[in-house]
């Protein structure tokens, strides 16, 4: 009657879209740097960097939407890792997100996600997000740790 519930839908409308949007960019620079293939990309793609840049990619994307309370945000952050991997290893990944954010590769990686997210949004998507993709191609580019360390 007062379009009180037109704040909330607008606000599920901003989740979702930062849902997708996270999705679409990570895996297209996974998809650009191979890692839908057996090799070092897809290796790389289960390390603590590339877990740390997921999640801090999303969790940028999730703020800016307008979600504040920690809870749901992890909720969010759920259903991105489990888009990108699957329900069952999604979930184990997320799992093991949680524990390592003190370990020095996912805080790092984290960093640059989050730094990432925060540009394309400010450039108006006009900037392209690439540190995971130079990180999975293991480029002399790439911002991230050279050795791997599986979850």
């Known amino acids: 009657m007062f379009g009180f519930g037109q704040n909330k839908k607008r606000t599920e409308e901003k989740i979702q879209w930062a849902q997708d949007a996270a999705y679409k960019v990570l895996m297209a620079q996974a998809d650009q740097a191979g890692a839908s293939e057996q090799g070092t990309s897809q290796k790389r793609l289960v390390t603590n960097y590339a877990f ?7 969790g940028a994307l999730m703020q800016r939407a307008g979600v504040t309370d920690d809870v749901k945000i992890m909720a969010q952050l759920m ?4 888009s990108l991997f699957g329900i069952d ?3 184990k990944i997320f799992g093991a997100c949680l524990r390592r954010q003190s370990e020095p590769d ?4 984290r960093k640059v996600g989050g730094s990432e997210a925060l540009k ?3 450039s108006g998507g006009k900037w392209v997000p690439s540190g995971l993709m130079f990180y999975l191609m293991d480029s002399a580019l790439s911002q991230g740790p050279r050795a791997p360390s599986e979850p």
Request: no cysteine; glycine share 20%; charged share 5%.
């Open 52 to 58: 740390g840049y997921i999640f801090g990619f999303a």
């Open 79 to 82: 259903l991105v890792y489990t």
């Open 89 to 91: 290893k999604g979930s």
């Open 106 to 109: 996912f805080a790092s990686g």
């Open 120 to 122: 394309w949004l400010s």
